[in-house]
């Protein structure tokens, strides 16, 4: 596609509910980042992409926390037994690759609002 | 230890003031990237600029201004003539070359351009 493409849009999720959120990179980038941003405060690096394998997952804040990207392209961010705590806007992001230096291009980003 | 610092949390100018945003990092790598986003109401994360740790010269684009310093570490922003659309939170971030192509941002500094 154009741009990177994230699904849902705005979620609303009871306490302890699961939640996957969807992001579609752009055509032919091969690395796919996540990224977490709570109110008034920057990004937070969570988990990239090289290909189909998680390169670097150093960011998942606890085991709740996974990602997968099966097929090299889409990706899924899973997060089991949500918390209040993980309230903020997941904002996912592609890049040609994952050398250094690529720039890397955001989606406007799923709001995750759990009640 | 990787850190982005912008000291500014909110700034407000009058339109067609000229405003400049201040960018501190710290890294112990040699090779680094420096990029600025724009993110506006919308909340997608907009690319601006990137620059490589061994490229010192200021850039201009259009009405936005670039001054890189490695002497003091920094990597500040200018706009020049804002414009009311120029309102938006705008994040500094750093690469460096040992951990791939992932991004530490700094807290953003939001801009409130007045009519």
């Known amino acids: 596609g154009a741009g990177v493409s994230q699904t849902p849009s705005n979620k609303v999720t009871e306490k302890g509910k699961y939640v996957e959120l969807r992001c579609d990179p752009i055509s032919g980038h091969t690395a796919l980042y996540w990224y977490r941003q709570s109110l008034g405060q920057g990004p937070e690096f969570l988990i990239y992409f090289q290909g189909t394998g998680a390169a670097d997952d150093s960011g998942l804040p606890n085991d709740r926390f996974f990602a997968v990207r099966p097929e090299g392209s889409v990706s899924t961010l899973k997060i089991q037994r949500t918390e209040r705590g993980d309230s903020a806007v997941y904002l996912c992001a592609s890049s040609f690759d994952s050398f250094s230096g690529n720039t890397i291009y955001f989606g406007e980003g799923s709001w995750l609002t759990v009640v | 230890a990787q850190k982005v610092t912008q000291a500014q949390t909110e700034i407000s100018v009058v339109e067609k003031e000229d405003v400049t945003l201040d960018c501190v990092y710290e890294t112990r790598d040699t090779t680094y990237y420096l990029f600025w986003y724009k993110q506006p109401p919308s909340g997608e994360l907009v690319f601006l600029i990137r620059r490589n740790s061994f490229d010192e010269q200021n850039e201009i684009s259009g009405r936005y201004s670039w001054n890189f310093q490695k002497s003091t570490s920094s990597f500040n922003f200018t706009i020049t003539a804002s414009q009311v659309v120029d309102s938006a939170v705008y994040f500094c971030?750093?690469?460096?070359?040992?951990?791939?192509?992932?991004?530490?941002f700094g807290g953003g500094t939001r801009v409130l351009v007045k009519p």
């Open positions: 971030a750093l690469s460096f070359k040992a951990a791939g192509n992932k991004l530490t």
